[in-house]
């Protein structure tokens, strides 16, 4: 169990790396800093050329082909050191976020992962929404809140396997994530308003079972 704890952990980090590594990338290189100069650039480029004399258009449209040559070199070269760098700011957030205990990962506050929009005049409501943040068929435990009392209503969370049958009291639940990291908001009762429904995600579990292997 040990051994496929830590390739689960491992294999988390390494299948959000080329994401994280491609928006590092695009933060740094098409930041907002970078886009104005390379606009004044080219406009400056403009004017001079106006009033330019073949020669010195030719030396500027070299200085220009030098400029786009070393722009994709260093692009290319920042892209490896954004590759490189990503599994470790992915840990270190992962640290900030929360702690593992055993298999389970705690978060140290409540993450919120879907914000439902509820609507009136409907007796039975379901609304899907994916924990992107958990593990696949991970046992998850979430909560609901919502932005205004809601009498006579009952609502459940749930996906595939309940730990802990949902309680509409204080509407929270454990149960595992169906195909795709989904689960359910079910609504029952007399609604005759519509509410916003915000869904937090506490701590995920993962647990490799019968029919369960480690992503190797």
Known sequence: MAKALTIAKA????????????????????????????????????LGLQTAAIPQVIDEANGWLNAIQAFVYVSLAWAVFCLVRAPFR???????????YGNTYDYGEPLLIATIRCRKDQ????????????ESHAFVYVTAEFDRPVPNVVAQLGGDVFTKNPTPEVSHSEFRLRDGKMGSLMLHGDLHFEFNARVYLHQFEVNYGQHDKPPI
């Open 11 to 46: 294999w988390r980090i390494a299948k959000r790396t080329p994401l994280r590594a491609i928006d590092d990338w695009k933060a740094d290189i098409f930041n907002g800093g970078n886009a104005v100069g390379f606009a004044l650039a080219i406009f400056s480029s403009w």
């Open 123 to 134: 007796p039975h409501q379901s609304y899907d929404f994916c924990v992107e943040s958990a």
């Open 90 to 100: 992915i840990a270190s957030e992962d640290v900030e976020q929360g702690r593992w």
